[in-house]
């Protein structure tokens, strides 16, 4: 190893460290809290062959919580030692009362997917809405004065709805299972309400179509995939679905059926893991080994 190398602590590619400085680095462990979806995501695979590949000894879990529970999982990560934790649906917001502090964009979004640990004290981020804007610049799309119409009203979507407004979209269309936390969520990060009852009368005005929902198959929601296969979006440039390596997509299916751009969102994830590896480790690992990771899955 040369003398640069020895300096700053990195290693070269090919190159393994020994047993001795193995030991000598420290065990750092990360989770990810959720409901019974939790095993299904991807984070825990991904983040562990990223660390692997930097050297960074580190493990990564993922936890099933109930909703009752949250607090006390909240308190263990403390108890357990936990470097950092990610949070997923459905918890994104109702996490939040048990942080310590937020970040400025987190206090904006209304929602975490990040908490940093240190010396007891628990902050919560949101790399959603990094992963997003990373997702657009990917395939060229600036959403400026262009309409949008967001299904969902959870945390990622308060994410995508903060990223459209930083960009400028207008006007932009929120739709929900639930009108009443459609509007909440309009009334505080902006936009317009709307009811899944006069979804047509939105559609064919709109140039993007983001899906925050967990739903992406006919099979993880019958009543959304009905309502998504007939809707007409005639002059939609882009159809962005959150979800990924989802097979017969309904958003897919429909971008196909129009002949509309499509994206999942393996880019937005790669994108926040990398920020969020950056919050607990200080190490910034480049996207594109996120990817890698997301690709051997």
């Not at 929902?213 to 998504?228: N, Q, R, Y």
């Not at 002949?259 to 994830?269: E, K």
Request: aromatic content about 10%; charged content about 20%; hydrophobic content about 40%.
């Amino acid at each position: 190893m040369n003398d640069s190398n020895k300096d700053s602590g990195k290693f070269p590619m090919g190159r393994r460290k020994t047993d001795h400085e193995k030991i000598k680095t420290p065990v750092n462990s990360f989770c990810i809290l959720g409901d019974e979806r939790v095993f299904k995501a991807k984070s825990a695979t991904m983040f562990t062959a990223v660390m692997r590949n930097a050297y960074l000894n580190g493990a990564y879990v993922p936890y099933q919580v109930h909703p009752r529970h949250l607090g006390e999982a909240m308190k263990a990560l403390n108890i357990l030692n936990m470097a950092g934790a990610n949070v997923t649906s459905p918890y994104k917001e109702s996490a939040i009362p048990w942080m310590d502090e937020l970040s400025e964009a987190a206090q904006i979004i209304g929602s975490i997917n990040t908490i940093v640990i240190k010396k007891d004290h628990r902050k919560g981020y949101n790399t959603n809405a990094i992963g997003i804007t990373h997702a657009f610049k990917s395939v060229d799309f600036n959403p400026a004065n262009k309409p949008a119409l967001v299904f969902g009203t959870g945390g990622a979507a308060r994410a995508v709805v903060f990223v459209l407004k930083w960009f400028k979209a207008e006007p932009i269309f929120v739709v929900g299972r639930d009108y009443a936390k459609s509007q909440r969520l309009v009334k505080k990060l902006g936009g317009e309400a709307i009811a899944l009852e006069d979804l047509n009368q939105v559609a064919n005005k709109v140039k993007l179509i983001f899906n925050t929902t967990s739903v992406s198959t006919a099979e993880e929601g019958p009543d959304l995939a009905g309502f998504v296969q007939n809707i007409v979006p005639k002059n939609c440039d882009l159809i962005f679905d959150l979800n990924y390596h989802k097979p017969n997509n309904i958003w897919q299916n429909l971008a196909q059926k129009h002949d509309f751009q499509f994206r999942d969102g393996l880019i937005a994830l790669a994108h926040q893991g990398s920020q969020t590896l950056a919050l607990w480790t200080g190490t910034t690992i480049d996207p594109k080994e996120f990817l890698m990771a997301l690709s051997a899955i």
